[in-house]
């Protein structure tokens, strides 16, 4: 009977260590996509040169643009230098983290207020892990219509 607790114990001991460090995951992983979407706003070409993996791929609503590591650095230091950037806030919601080893896929919805008006977008960015630290690999972000936004 002891025998049987004590393996009881440490099974439920194992199952509440593992959830909370998964948690401490998935909050490490929001809080790098928050780091994201403070660069994309301020025009970190510093920190998106440390985060974007060389091989970062961006689909963008309805493939209409697709950008590489190189295209999004060069609109960076693009606005740092002056270029006028209309963005007057990005704000994420709803996310979601899910891990298969090493790699994280973090979605959720992005507020972008910008003229004319105000675009919420749907997307999904995808993360892996090298070297003990994350990398974006791929971001595809999708416009959800106004009639979409007043269903929820």
């Known amino acids: 009977m002891k025998k049987t607790l004590l393996i009881l114990f440490c099974a439920v001991l194992f ?3 593992f959830a909370h460090a998964q948690s401490a995951q998935e909050k490490e992983l929001i809080a790098l996509d928050m780091a994201w ?3 994309l706003l301020d025009s970190d070409a510093a920190f998106l040169e440390r985060l974007l993996a060389d091989d970062f791929v961006w689909v963008h ?4 643009l697709i950008d590489g590591k190189p295209q999004v650095l060069a609109r960076a230091k693009r ?3 002056g270029q006028v950037d209309n963005t007057k806030g ?3 919601r709803d996310q979601k983290v899910v891990f ?3 790699t994280a896929v973090v979605s959720g919805f992005t507020l972008v207020d910008r003229p004319p008006s105000p ?8 993360y892996a892990k090298i070297n003990g630290e994350y990398k974006l ?5 999708m416009a959800v219509p106004d009639e979409e936004l007043k269903k929820e």
Request: charge should be positive.
């Open 15 to 17: 199952s509440v260590s």
């Open 37 to 39: 979407e403070k660069a």
């Open 61 to 64: 609503n309805h493939a209409s």
């Open 79 to 81: 606005i740092q230098g």
């Open 90 to 92: 990005r704000a994420s």
């Open 100 to 102: 298969l080893g090493e």
């Open 119 to 126: 675009v919420t977008y749907n997307f999904m960015r995808t």
């Open 137 to 141: 690999l791929a971001n595809h972000t």
